[in-house]
């Protein structure tokens, strides 16, 4: 990484501490009765174990604590700590940080990481000593026709990802401690999509990232339309709270105002109703044949077009409300 450091906020943790374990597996939760089972017979089932494993809750009323403390007093090597109201990045830096780890796998319970996720996306920093992050993959795992279009229309393909650009998600990335130190840990003030910024502060350090595409964690992407519009609300929130992506979310800026012109235009002339028609046409084929590339349903790939104009709405909505807000500003989002 690059020569300039900065200090570590006294947040990251309530005491620094110095590597003493080799690898750790860390993960936030907060209501998740209903996945942490899977989700820990999934690190059980690791062909790798960690050399530890941390868990931050950040105040569970649900069972979740209950169901992670039952396993610990079963035997399983976990270490459980549960800081009420932690966002996800303040949750995290406590978990790395109570970790004692150098090489860190990070995931989020209701994913349920392949056999060998921690063997693979660990293995890139133990045999080079050159690389800071590994990005690993996450691959949707649909139980409907529904799901199968939302994966259709908000996850690329394995083959569609650009190495080069491409920024890990929270939900299966490992890193070093030292790289983790020099950008601040993440970001405590971002209450949404918290892994962006933290990614571009490691390339802005001069952190080298790879990619391992064999590295997955699997997730069942969201059944409930208003949970669906509210997670990529609360992902474009928090980008606009970290004042990133402008230039992306304008095209959504975009498309809407085109929208309402020919909406409004028709009252006065009502050809540009027929454009309003076309245009709504044109906007279903292309993500209809998109997603018919990423998915071997066809009815899912018909439908992902609305799962799309959902996503549209919520980044308009979300990414409004962030540009009025001060950084950190929102309620807990598990």
Known sequence: MGQGRRSVPAALGRRRRQATVKTALVTTCYREAEAIDAFLDAVAAQTRQPDGVVIVDAGSEDGTVERVQARIDGGARLRLIVEPGANRSVGRNRAVEESGAELLAVTDVGSEPRPDWFERIIGPLESDATVDVVAG????????????????????????????????????????????EQVGGYPAWAWHNEDTPFDLALKAAGARF?????????????????????????????????????????????????????????????????????????????????ARRRTASTAAAWLAPLANGIVDSAHVFGYTRGLLERRGHGPRDR
């Open 137 to 180: 993959y996450y691959a949707p795992h649909p139980r409907t026709t529904w799901e199968a279009a939302v994966a259709a229309a908000t996850v690329p393909t394995v083959e569609e990802v650009d190495p080069a650009t491409f920024l890990p998600s929270g939900r299966s990335v490992a890193f070093r401690r030292k790289a983790w």
């Open 210 to 290: 790879v990619f391992e595409p064999k590295a997955v964690v699997e997730w069942r992407p969201q059944a409930r339309i208003g949970r669906l519009f509210v997670q990529f609300y609360r992902y474009a929130r928090g980008d606009a709270q970290g004042r990133i992506w402008f230039r992306h979310y304008t095209k959504a800026y975009a498309l809407l105002a085109l929208k309402l012109g020919l909406l409004v235009g028709g009252a006065f002339w009502w050809p540009l109703w027929l454009g309003l028609l076309l245009l709504g046409a044109a906007y279903w084929a292309r993500h209809a044949l998109r």
